[in-house]
């Protein structure tokens, strides 16, 4: 008998080490939460006066000037647009930064944010410390992708280097923020509504605020136009 309740015991001592552990691993949130405020490409306050860092990546810093952040906000307020978000945790990071700002992965339904303004070139990787997240490879690869096809800062900053090891620093904006309309990176940038050419049709293009549109017409007008 004494046997028996020795098991008993060890038993539930299991299930319940194994209950705490589990409470410490992050999952991604369930709640919808609202945005007040895109603070940068790479931050933003929720409504109910959270920050939230986005975590693996790196995007200019506004309130220093740098090359390229406003663009880097504009993109992420348009991929953002009004919609609630989802946060995400992962294990190799701490659950705050120094200035106490959650560290997360933020998802617009099921797009992954983080990963997106990568791809559009309007932040780069940062594994921060060495860390490699759940979506470190992708994050890469995106950054590696951006800077090929010269999106974004990667065509707009000539200081930017791609080194997901080091925070990025794109220079000021007051020196390399225009990007010289004869340089072939410039025909990548359209402006919304233009007409398009026929031999554009249905070729994707970026706006400067990391927008991407297509050339098609629509359901009212049969003139190609750069449309959402």
């Keep these: 008998?004494?046997?028996?309740?020795?098991?008993?015991?060890?038993?539930?001592?299991?299930?319940?080490?194994?209950?705490?552990s589990l409470s410490l691993v992050p999952f991604?949130?369930?709640?919808?939460?609202r945005v007040s405020k895109v603070v940068d490409g790479d931050t933003i306050r929720l409504g109910n006066g959270n920050y939230v860092r986005f975590l693996q990546i790196s995007a200019p810093e506004l309130n220093k000037g740098h090359c390229y952040a406003k663009e880097s906000q504009?993109?992420?307020?348009?991929?953002?647009?009004?919609?609630?978000v989802k946060l995400e945790a992962d294990p190799v990071s701490k659950n705050l930064d120094q200035f106490n700002r959650l560290l997360r992965y933020?998802?617009?339904?099921?797009?992954?944010l983080n990963l997106e303004m990568v791809k559009i070139g309007a932040?780069?990787?940062?594994?921060?410390?060495?860390?490699?997240?759940?979506?470190?490879?992708k994050l890469i690869a995106a950054g590696e992708a951006a800077k090929a096809r010269n999106?974004?800062?990667?065509?707009?900053?000539?200081?930017?280097?791609?080194?997901?090891?080091?925070?990025?620093?794109t220079g000021f904006a007051n020196v390399n923020s225009v990007t010289p309309t004869s340089s072939p990176a410039s025909k990548s940038f359209i402006n919304a509504g233009t007409y398009c050419k026929e031999s554009e049709k249905g070729e994707e293009r970026l706006s400067k605020n990391g927008t991407k549109y297509t050339c098609k017409v629509s359901e009212t007008e049969n003139r190609l136009r750069w449309r959402k």
Excluded: T
């Excluded at 038993?11 to 194994?18: E, N, Q």
């Excluded at 999106?151 to 620093?169: N, S, T, V, Y």
């Design 1 to 20: 008998m004494k046997g028996k309740s020795f098991q008993r015991l060890h038993r539930s001592a299991f299930v319940l080490f194994l209950s705490f």
């Design 28 to 33: 991604p949130a369930i709640a919808d939460f």
């Design 74 to 84: 504009a993109a992420l307020a348009s991929l953002i647009s009004g919609s609630k």
């Design 106 to 112: 933020v998802f617009v339904k099921d797009k992954n």
């Design 123 to 137: 932040a780069s990787p940062w594994l921060y410390d060495g860390q490699r997240g759940r979506y470190a490879e």
């Design 151 to 169: 999106l974004g800062l990667w065509a707009a900053c000539p200081e930017a280097r791609l080194d997901p090891m080091k925070e990025l620093f």
